[in-house]
């Protein structure tokens, strides 16, 4: 409903900045599955590549609500700097991500458990994903969890987290 908002023009409708919302996937290193394969760097690197960050954004607001972000920190926190050290392209870059899973010996794909929320921002979110790393070289099975479950049931979950239940997951800074 963002978009409709603003471009009614109405000038009581104030947005303090973008950037309150900083969305990023997590990544769990210490996933047994497929070898213990996220923790490989180039992994990581192929999942950074693979993602559409535009079409992320779109999904939780667009540009007035959401910053892109291609570091560890949103802009509010002391250090952060405007960085792109891998020198991801913002609308993804699948033939990267491909490359990068075969350079770390994955060159048929790598399975990924994909944990998301009930939400329609969350089911938004992880179709888009499940096409995005489709389209890199990742086989997605979507891992569902309830909202009020989602962090202390399983992302905060060491059993879960250690089993290898979830592989990456889209949370947020606030």
């Known amino acids: 409903e963002i978009a409709a908002l603003l471009a009614a ?3 009581r409708l104030v947005i303090e900045g973008a950037g309150a919302l ?3 996937i997590v990544i769990n290193t210490l996933s047994p599955n497929a070898d213990g394969a996220y923790g490989d760097a180039l ?3 192929a999942l950074n590549h693979a993602v559409d960050k535009e079409a992320v954004q779109q999904i939780l607001g667009g540009p007035n609500l959401v ?3 291609f570091h560890i920190l949103p802009p509010q926190v002391p250090g952060s700097e405007d960085i792109n050290p891998l020198d991801v392209a913002p609308g993804g870059d699948s033939e990267r991500a491909r490359e990068l899973l075969a350079e770390a010996g994955y060159p048929d794909g790598l399975p990924l458990k994909l944990l998301y929320t009930d939400e329609q921002e969350g089911r938004t ?3 888009l994903l499940e096409q995005v790393l489709g389209d890199a070289g990742f086989d997605v099975e979507l891992v569902f969890a309830q909202r009020n ?3 202390g049931d399983f992302l905060l979950n060491h059993e879960f987290t250690e089993s290898g239940g979830w592989d990456i997951a889209a949370v947020s800074w606030f």
């Open 125 to 127: 979110l992880a179709g």
């Open 9 to 11: 023009g109405d000038e």
């Open 67 to 69: 910053e892109l972000a």
């Open 22 to 24: 900083n969305p990023y």
């Open 43 to 45: 992994v990581r690197q």
């Open 149 to 151: 479950a989602f962090y």
